[in-house]
C-alpha cells in the first residue's frame, strides 16, 4: 500500500546485506565493536549510506519513503548498536552538511560519508549538557583562517572510529540561540583526544566515546554556514536524528512478538504449549496494536515530510511513544521466555537491553513531552 516494486527491490537487496554482512557477525560484534570503516564501505558501494542525498555527491536522491526503506530493514539487525551506528552516519551526523554546508564540505565530507570512505559523528553532548543542549560549554573562537577549539564532549557514538565530528560549539557570549557554530572536525587534527571508549549496558556492538578537545585549530572553512546559526542548524538536524529511530523500533517491535510467539509454541507448561495461555496471547495482541499505532504514525510523518510540512510535533511523539513502547515490550516478551529471556544467549536479553536507550538518547522523554507541550501552547 505504501511501497511499489521498486521499495520492495531495494528493501530486498538490504536484507540479503544484513543477512550476509551483519546478522551473521553480530555475536562477535557485541564483544568487540561493529568494525564500522570496513562495514560502512560496503553499504557505501552499495548505495545505502545517502539513500535521500544528491547525485552530485554520490547519494541516490530518492525520497523519504526509500530512506523509510532503509531505516525500516536495519531495525532487523540483531540488536540495536549496529543500527544506530548506521543511522549516525546516515540521519544524524550529515543532514545539517548536506543542508547547511558548503561546497568544499560537502565534496569532502559528505561524499566521504556517503561512499563510506569516511566514519561519522555527531558530537553536542558534554558531561555538563545533554537534555539542555543550550548549556553547552565546548568554545570555538575564530583567530585568522581557523577556530581554536577547547572543550569535551561525551557519549558519543562512533567516537573511537569516526574519521570526522560534526560538532556543536559555542562561538559567542550572546544570549539566545544565535551564538553557537556547528562544525565539521577531522579527528586527525592536533589536540583531539579520545579519553575514553565507555562501557554501557546495552548498544554494546556500537562503540560510546568521550572525547576532549585542547586547543584544536579547525579550519574556518569547516564551519557549516553561519557561524551564529549553529544552534537552529542542529535543532533542524535533531529531527531526522529523532525520525531515523521510529522506522526501525515498529519493525523491532514485531520481531520481538515474532521470536516470542515462535518460543511460546515450542515451550510445553502444565502440559500444553504456552501460546494456547490467553492471558499471554492477548498481550502479544496488545502488543502488536500498539505497534501499529506507532507505524502508522511513522507513515503519517513520512507523507508530511513528503508534502514539506513541519513535524516536529508528530516526531517528538513518536519519539517519546516509540522509547515506551520498546521498552514495554522488550521487558514483557522476556517474561514470557521466563529464565532462558535473561540468558545473554537469548536474542530477547540485547533487546531488553538495547531499548532502554530510546527513551534516552537524541532527547529523553520528558524532553519530548515538554516539545509537544510547547508546540500544543501550554
Ligand atoms: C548510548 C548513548 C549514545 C549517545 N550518542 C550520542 C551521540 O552520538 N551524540 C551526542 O551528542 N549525544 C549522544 N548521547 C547523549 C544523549 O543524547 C543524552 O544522554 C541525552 O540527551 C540526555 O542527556 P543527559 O544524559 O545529559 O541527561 P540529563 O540532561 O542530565 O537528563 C537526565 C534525565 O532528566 C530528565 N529530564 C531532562 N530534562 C527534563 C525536563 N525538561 N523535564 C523533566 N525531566 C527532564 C530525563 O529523564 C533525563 O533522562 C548518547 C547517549 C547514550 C547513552
Known sequence: MYFNETHIA??????????????P????????VAPLHDLFKKM?????????YDPKYGGQGLDYWFETVLLEEIGHIHGMGVATAIAVQTNMATPAIAAFGSEYLKETYLMGAIAGDMVAAIA?????????????????????DHYVLNGSKTYITNGTQADFLTL????????????FGLFVVPTDLRGF??????????????????????????????????????????????????????PGTHVAIRDMVDMTVDYLRQRVVFGKPLITKQVLRHRLADYLMKN???????YHIVRMKMEGLDVTREISMGKLYAGQL???????????????????????????????????GAGADEVMSEIIARVEGF
Not at 557505501?44 to 535521500?52: E, I, K
Request: net charge negative; hydrophobic share 40%; aromatic share 10%.
Open 124 to 144: 553536542v553532548t558534554e558531561p555538563d549538557a545533554g537534555s539542555d543542549v543550550f548549556a553547552i560549554k565546548t568554545r570555538a573562537v575564530k583567530e585568522g
Open 44 to 52: 557505501g558501494d552499495l548505495g545505502f549510506l545517502g539513500v535521500r
Open 292 to 298: 501499529e499505532c506507532l507505524k502508522q504514525l511513522t
Open 193 to 246: 583526544h579520545v579519553n575514553k571508549k565507555l562501557d554501557k549496558l546495552g548498544l554494546r556492538s556500537s562503540d560510546t566515546a568521550e572525547l576532549f578537545f585542547d586547543n584544536v585549530k579547525v579550519p574556518a572553512k569547516n564551519l557549516i554556514g553561519d557561524e551564529r546559526e549553529g544552534f537552529i542548524y542542529q535543532m533542524q538536524q535533531f529531527q531526522h536524528e529523532r525520525f531515523a529511530i521510529l
Open 10 to 23: 531495494f528493501r530486498d537487496s538490504i536484507k540479503r546485506f544484513i543477512d550476509k554482512e551483519i546478522n
Open 168 to 179: 556543536l560549539a559555542r562561538t559567542s557570549d550572546d544570549k539566545g540561540y544565535h551564538s
Open 25 to 32: 557477525h553480530m555475536d562477535e560484534w557485541e564483544e568487540t
Open 326 to 360: 520498546i521498552s514495554e515490550v522488550a521487558s514483557g516478551c522476556l517474561q514470557m521466555f521466563g529464565g532462558i529471556g535473561f540468558m545473554t544467549e537469548t536474542l530477547i536479553s540485547r533487546y531488553f537491553r538495547d531499548a532502554r536507550i530510546m527513551s534516552i
